[in-house]
């Protein structure tokens, strides 16, 4: 007896097409693998990723500010830094700008957007794209909610090839791909977080920002630490200079710490404990105190006397009000 498919239900029957399952695929290593990459190499390893699914000789991931044609932090695949700089400086001869920030999430190519004829003569080919040996590029941009920049990626194709346009296949391809990039980037980031947390002993909240102090991602309790601190704070820049922030600011009741992150600053902040009181010193000693090192194993250890070590665990002993290594080892597991 025949099976009738009701046509409405077709389509869903049909297997999907070798390309979509293949853009499908990368999709899921995105997400599968990103966490297990190197944060700071994440995009640079994204974009490989690409290579299998479109055709393309050079790529750029950057992040920056549409309205003050300032480049935030960017990932150059197979063109030189310098091309940064040129692109900052060709913006008044470059209509795709406005194009992007006007049609987030659409890809453009930009000799189809000329005409192939006019492209290679415009001023925008001839001054930044000529120099690098590009002679396509498609491109898409749309803003992050979180930093307010603008996201974009751009592929380009040189002239060590036959030139050929981005087909309209592929530039559904980037279409679809980019809000997965975007998306695997910030879960990457969060994902990496509990690695890069150093704080001992009390809850701290991460972030990322650039050298503008502009949030790219952040933990929901930095930003409510932040609101807390700064009352009418909302970001995306944040309330202090990463730069010159030293390791402990106490003025607005929270401390920071900052390390570089590739071209990015990751910020950690936490409020502090009766545990901060304590040096460095004091705080690895009383660490090792007390999860049972003896105090002869710490001298060993540290390569200090043992007179030096039992000047430590009184100080801390006095800081943190106990007077036992059990009182002490209590102290630091449940309530920092």
């Given at each position: 007896m025949p099976t009738h498919v009701n046509p409405a239900n077709r389509d869903r029957l049909r297997p999907r097409p070798l390309r979509e399952r293949h853009i499908d695929s990368c999709i899921e290593r995105l997400y599968r693998d990103g966490p297990d990459i190197e944060i700071e190499d994440f995009r640079s390893w994204a974009l490989k990723l690409l290579t299998p699914h479109i055709d393309f000789d050079a790529a750029l991931w950057l992040y920056g500010d549409y309205a003050r044609v300032r480049i935030h932090s960017a990932t150059l695949q197979g063109l030189p830094e310098d091309y940064l700089a040129r692109l900052v400086e060709t913006q008044p001869v470059n209509p795709v700008s406005d194009l992007q920030y006007t049609n987030p999430g659409r890809a453009i190519c930009?000799?189809?957007?000329?005409?192939?004829?006019a492209f290679r003569e415009s001023a925008l080919y001839r001054q930044l794209y000529?120099?690098?040996?590009?002679?396509?590029?498609?491109?898409?941009?749309?803003?992050?909610?979180t930093s307010g920049l603008s996201s974009l990626v751009s592929l380009f194709r040189t002239r060590g090839h036959r030139p050929r346009p981005f087909s309209r296949q592929t530039i559904r391809d980037l279409e679809r791909l980019f809000p997965q990039l975007i998306g695997a980037a910030s879960n990457a980031y969060f994902r990496s977080f509990a690695s890069k947390r150093s704080v001992r002993h009390t809850r701290s909240y991460l972030s990322t920002c650039d050298q503008y102090g502009c949030l790219h991602e952040a933990e929901q309790g930095f930003l409510e630490l932040m609101a807390q601190a700064h009352p009418g704070w909302t970001?995306?820049?944040?309330?202090?200079?990463?730069?010159?922030?030293?390791?402990?600011?106490?003025?607005?009741?929270?401390?920071?710490?900052?390390?570089?992150?590739?071209?990015?600053?990751?910020?950690?902040?936490?409020?502090?404990?009766?545990?901060?009181?304590?040096?460095?010193?004091?705080?690895?000693?009383?660490?090792l105190f007390s999860t049972g090192a003896s105090q002869k194993e710490i001298s060993r250890k540290l390569q200090i006397s043992l007179a030096t070590v039992a000047t430590y665990v009184q100080r801390a002993y006095g800081k943190l009000q106990v007077n036992s290594r059990d009182a002490l080892n209590r102290l630091l597991q449940n309530e920092f």
């Open positions: 930009v000799s189809t957007l000329y005409g192939a004829e000529r120099p690098y040996g590009i002679e396509e590029v498609l491109t898409i941009a749309a803003q992050n909610e970001g995306p820049r944040l309330p202090f200079d990463p730069a010159s922030d030293s390791a402990s600011n106490q003025q607005t009741g929270y401390r920071v710490r900052v390390s570089a992150l590739a071209d990015l600053y990751l910020i950690e902040a936490w409020l502090p404990t009766a545990y901060d009181e304590l040096t460095a010193r004091e705080q690895l000693v009383a660490d």
